[in-house]
């Protein structure tokens, strides 16, 4: 999420709903994984 | 609601206990963050300061939604300044508050860094000395590997390997002892010993060490042959791997010498599982394409249990020797281990699944989203997929497999927590179930902040 609100703050085509969809659905990884 | 930012401020400085701050910024959140929209982005910035300061967890997706809005409608420039090229003291406090949550600007800090400040009155002055950053988050802390008694037995073994075989075996056993941050490859077989009512003898505590030695080496033996698994194997470490899976298998026939068939089971287990899994998990790519065949069946996940038992096959054989379960008993326990090791694949598939898509590796999870978006037979371009895929991760699949991870965990804790033969809050719920619930739980809340973030971003 923290990407996303830096995303949104730096890059003009990352403003609709839309697009920050996107980028929020781009960026939903897993942040702390186990390991493999 | 009214909120005096300067008087909290002052409080917060000269006479507050952190037992008053944390009232006023609990009452602050408690009634609602309505403040965030209407108030001068200057009192917002300081106000998210001091929240932030005081409970950093409070710096919610809702809180962050409204905030880009009200950044994105009042900047100068895109990535800063805002409101006015003229008012450097927001523009101070945005950038000192965006770094502290670790999303620094780097036009703004430029913007700040090129001017020189005075402040124009005291307060200005007060707030900016009391909210220079003073905490940053630090994501993604390494803990620094901790060697302990079983990784010293392999390094030992690997020590009489030839100085080549030597140099990939000292890479590998660095690699697992730095991935192994909670101890869980070396330490789980000592961790489910002192779990146990029953107290283990001094023989019993060394074959421990043994055991987790010879997890460690399994663990070297199978991180080699899963590349080869994914035909990318590379030759020159195939007898480290070999030497590892031997040495692995001769420690537990040594420690256990009567119990020969379990032990061979479980290799035996990893093995089927391996091969299964090429013969049904596999689709072909070409030329960015997948072509699609029957999605496997994970038989409600209990293949990946069967898949990485290797993994239990020490706590399994110390609770042989140690304790004389009825079958129920028996069945309850095996059955809290399966759980584990369910969830702790899933939580790697999760991670992994854009990956596993690109080689073509239907994992569990890839299973599932393939299975809800109903994929039909055929040959599809990965890029096309991968979007469909992402947006029913997003919208449905994360969630059911971060709970269904939570679900297991728990059920397997509480199998353990009541059991006759295990200590109430035990090493191994505390050193292994736990982490892996909370990992789940802060991935959740993280998932859950990212969809409040954009409703509140939408609707502001």
């Known amino acids: ?19 920050v969809e996107t980028k929020l659905i781009e960026n939903s990884d897993v942040a702390t994984p186990w390991f493999d | 609601m ?28 408690d009634t609602s963050n309505k403040w965030t929209k209407v108030k001068p982005l200057d009192e917002v910035i300081v106000g998210l300061h001091l929240i932030y300061i005081s409970t950093p967890d409070a710096i919610d997706g809702q809180i962050l939604g409204i905030l880009a809005k009200r950044l994105v409608e009042s900047e100068v420039k ?90 990939i075996g000292f890479g590998f056993w ?30 019993e505590l060394w074959i421990n060490e043994e055991l987790g030695a010879a ?22 470490k195939l007898s480290l791997a070999n030497i590892m899976h031997r040495l692995s298998y001769e420690l537990y026939r040594s420690l256990f010498i009567l119990e020969k068939n379990i032990i061979n089971a479980h290799f035996d287990s990893v093995d089927n599982s391996n091969f299964w899994e090429l013969q049904n998990c596999r689709f072909k790519i070409h030329n960015g394409r997948i ?40 069945n309850k326990i095996n059955h809290a281990f399966h759980q584990y090791l369910i969830a702790r694949q899933i939580n790697d598939d999760l991670k992994d ?5 690109r080689k073509g590796h239907i994992s569990y999870v890839l299973a599932r989203l393939l299975k809800s978006i109903n994929i039909n037979p055929g040959s599809v371009k990965i890029d096309t997929l991968m979007h469909d895929l992402e947006i029913e991760f997003w919208n449905q699949t994360f969630e059911k497999c971060i709970n269904e991870i939570i679900a297991r ?8 927590s009541n059991s006759q033969y295990f200590k109430k809050n035990n090493q191994f719920i505390l050193y292994i179930l736990r982490p892996l619930k909370q990992n789940a739980e802060s991935d959740l809340k993280e998932y859950l902040n990212s969809k409040d973030f954009l409703k509140y971003y939408s609707n502001n």
């Open chain 1, 1 to 19: 999420m923290i990407e996303t609100l830096h995303q949104v703050l730096t890059d003009s085509s990352i403003r609709t709903s839309q697009a």
């Open chain 2, 2 to 29: 009214i909120v005096d930012f300067i008087s909290m401020l002052d409080t917060y400085l000269e006479k507050g206990t952190l037992a008053d701050k944390k009232r006023e910024i609990e009452y602050l959140i």
């Open chain 2, 78 to 167: 895109v990535g800063g300044p805002y409101v006015s090229n003229k008012d450097l003291y927001t523009n101070i406090l945005i950038a000192n508050f965006l770094r502290s949550i670790g999303s620094p600007l780097e036009k703004l800090e430029k913007y700040i860094s090129t001017r020189k400040y005075i402040p124009k009155t005291a307060v200005e002055q007060k707030v900016l000395i009391s909210l220079l950053p003073k905490k940053t988050l630090i994501k993604n802390e390494k803990v620094g590997k901790k060697e302990n008694t079983p990784s010293l037995i392999v390094k030992a073994e690997i020590s009489k390997l030839d100085s080549k075989l030597q140099k």
């Open chain 2, 174 to 203: 660095n690699k697992i002892l730095e991935v192994d941050t909670r101890n869980e490859v070396s330490l789980i077989s000592s961790y489910v010993s002192n779990s146990i009512i029953k107290k283990a003898s001094i023989k």
């Open chain 2, 215 to 236: 997890n460690f080496c399994a663990w070297i033996a199978y991180t080699i042959y899963d590349d080869f698994i994914d035909g990318e194997g590379d030759p020159s």
């Open chain 2, 291 to 330: 072509n699609i065949g029957k999605v496997p069946e994970y038989n409600n996940g209990e293949f990946l249990a069967e898949r990485a038992i290797g993994h239990i096959l020490g706590p399994i054989l110390i609770i042989k020797n140690r304790l004389t379960l009825n079958l129920e008993e028996d």
């Open chain 2, 353 to 357: 699944w854009k990956d596993d898509l």
């Open chain 2, 409 to 416: 965990i728990h059920e397997a804790e509480n199998i353990f």
